[in-house]
């Protein structure tokens, strides 16, 4: 199946810094990629929705300018956490969605982010 | 709203036993519903996918049912090994879209 890739796959920063997770598709081209963030003991949540070459789709109730998403290439989607506060730290996980409605999602290993 | 509801929330069982989770969903229209097994700190690994024309699947030591009418699915888990210590998702999703519901998983704990 296809490998996705996260970038770092743990980060801890100071309140205020900004924090870049790099999302990796390597062996499929993906022209989307999904966002989440998993809070302890709770259900994967939808962030955003990240389109290459175009702007992303982002969830009710998720801050566009605080989560940026940028989709520079088939095989690359970033989220950066802006002025990161400890209520941002989590568990950040991309996928990967094969077909315009598709049957197969590849999920990533994670990104684990504390915010001091 | 869709909804997709797992039990048991949690679960600790013995090394060699078997095990059944439970998913309830309200999300219609259907297309699939998938499980995923979940290792603590890492990102959900696709068990089985099944379309509402499909009643079971199976993966090795895993067989998931799907009931289309009563809009129920259960994962069954034959001897269980201390690796199946997992959180467990039913993800389910609705016809014409590829923006998935979760559930909140069942955790499952296998003791030796």
């Known amino acids: 199946g296809a490998v996705v890739s996260q970038h770092p796959s743990w980060v801890i920063c100071k309140s205020g810094t900004s924090v870049k997770i790099e999302c990796r598709s390597l062996d499929f081209q993906a022209t989307t990629m999904f966002w989440y963030r998993q809070f302890p003991k709770q259900s994967l949540m939808l962030m955003a929705t990240s389109n290459e070459g175009s702007k992303a789709t982002y969830e009710q109730g998720v801050e566009k300018d605080k989560f940026l998403i940028n989709h520079a290439s088939l095989t690359l989607s970033t989220l950066t956490v802006t002025s990161a506060h400890p209520e941002d730290s989590s568990f950040y996980i991309c996928?990967?969605?094969?077909?315009?409605?598709?049957?197969?999602?590849?999920f990533g290993p994670g990104t684990r982010l504390t915010v001091l | 709203k869709n909804q997709v509801e797992q039990s048991p929330q949690s679960l600790i069982i013995l090394e060699g036993k078997n095990c059944t989770l439970q998913c309830n969903y309200t999300v219609s229209p259907f297309s699939n519903l998938r499980w995923y097994k979940q290792d603590t700190g890492r990102g959900p690994v696709s068990l089985t996918i099944?379309?509402?024309?499909?009643n079971t699947k199976s993966n090795g030591r895993y067989t998931a049912t799907l009931d289309a009418d009563t809009k129920q699915s259960s994962l069954h888990i034959t001897a269980s090994q201390l690796s199946d210590s997992a959180s467990y998702i039913c993800?389910?999703?609705?016809?014409?879209?590829?923006?998935?519901?979760f559930g909140r998983g069942t955790s499952l704990i296998v003791h030796p």
């Open positions: 993800v389910v999703i609705p016809g014409g879209s590829y923006i998935p519901t």
């Open positions: 099944m379309t509402f024309s499909e």
């Open positions: 996928s990967q969605h094969i077909g315009q409605v598709s049957n197969e999602q590849f």
